[in-house]
């Protein structure tokens, strides 16, 4: 049996766990604990302290592996750890939280300087009433024009399954262009 | 073992400094100590609120609003340069941009010296061990040659920009290939 993985990533509370969760074939195991800090308690009630994994059988011989990764900063190093041997990854943002904009530009450059694989920007939570414009988000992320920043609801398996495409076509014309 | 009072006064008898020295002197090591404290995450800490310092140590008095101020300001700082320069495993380049020529820029001496060493092969880590440099230090003149537009940050040269095999579990590139596309049809199928 062959497997592959990819990373999805981002801040506290961007959505990944549920991402995940959209397109897996198996319950997620997710290492959620309840939160401590009073703060980000009030944001949500548990979070990712290890990893989530997900996964998707693609045939009899070829497996896809999702991996999550902790999104509060005290558990980053975790991250390196995930990122060994990745497809690529996803940075995701919650389109609702401009604060954590400037956090999830650092984790993709935390990631980029990991593994130079492809990756795309999926703005998460883009049918809330206060979720940012894209080109805006595009602006405050300082995203370079060719970074694919995709809109995406990570409860709707449709929008998460254009994000898997979308970084899965970044990976083939790398590849195709002789990276 | 001479005490610091004791210590002191030898030292400004036999002319080799002054009072000032020793006081302005101290309060910069006490000051330094306290800022570290402001670093910590955890650990226990216990005040005696009884517990005067000896008669024989030389006392400062410290302006603490002022210290707690500017203990902060430089936490925010830290971790403000630890957001915007997350891995000193990258290199810097100079920016491309025609009319950026850092010959007109006022650098500081040890900003100089960071320059000196900026090339696409050399990761910060390995700036920052050339020149001596602290992670602080150099975090804060990377940022600046960044705010001033001079430089950005890019991948290391050396290694290869080609995709890692050990990502796909097989080495042929149309092999790699066909895998992707395997993967494409089957998200495509959810």
């Known amino acids: 049996m062959q497997t592959v993985k990819m990373v999805v990533t981002g801040p506290f509370s961007a959505g990944k766990t549920q991402f995940i969760q959209s397109v897996s074939e198996i319950e997620v195991v997710a290492t959620e604990k309840p939160i401590s800090s009073t703060a980000e308690r009030s944001v949500k009630e548990a979070t990712t302290v290890a990893m989530d994994f997900g996964r998707i059988t693609v045939d009899d011989d070829l497996v896809l592996y999702l991996f999550g990764t902790p999104g509060q900063k005290r558990f980053d190093f975790m991250w390196e750890i995930l990122s060994e041997g990745m497809l690529g990854f996803i940075v995701m943002v919650d389109s609702t939280r401009p604060e954590t904009f400037r956090e999830a530009r650092s984790i993709l450059e935390t990631f980029r300087a990991y593994a130079p694989t492809p990756y795309v920007v999926a703005a998460n939570k883009q049918d809330m009433k206060y979720a940012w414009e894209m080109e805006d988000m595009r602006h405050a992320l300082r995203l370079d024009s060719k970074v694919k920043l995709l809109p995406c609801v990570a409860t709707d398996r449709k929008t998460v399954k254009t994000v898997l495409l979308e970084l899965l076509y970044s990976i083939l014309d790398e590849m195709e262009s002789g990276g | ?190």
């Open chain 2, 1 to 190: 073992m001479l005490r610091s009072i004791a210590l002191g006064l030898l030292l400004i008898n036999a002319g080799y400094i002054t009072q000032d020295d020793i006081l302005m002197n101290l309060q910069l090591y006490f000051t330094d100590i306290i800022r570290r404290l402001f670093t910590w995450v955890e650990g226990f800490f216990r005040f005696e609120n009884e517990m005067l310092p000896p008669d024989d140590r030389i006392n400062i008095r410290l302006d603490l609003e002022n210290l707690i101020i500017e203990g902060s300001r430089q936490l925010r700082e830290w971790e403000r340069l630890q957001d915007e320069i997350p891995s000193l495993d990258m290199a810097l380049k100079f920016t491309d941009r025609p009319g950026a020529n850092i010959r007109n820029v006022n650098l500081s001496v040890e900003e100089w010296r960071v320059v000196s060493f900026i090339n696409p092969k050399n990761s910060i880590h390995q700036i920052a061990s050339a020149t001596k440099l602290n992670d602080l230090d150099i975090r804060r003149i990377v940022y600046g040659l960044l705010q001033a537009g001079l430089v950005e940050i890019i991948r290391p040269e050396g290694g290869s920009s080609a995709l890692p095999t050990r990502m796909f579990p097989v080495e042929d590139r149309e092999e790699q290939k066909s895998l992707v596309n395997r993967l494409i049809g089957r998200i495509r199928s959810l």
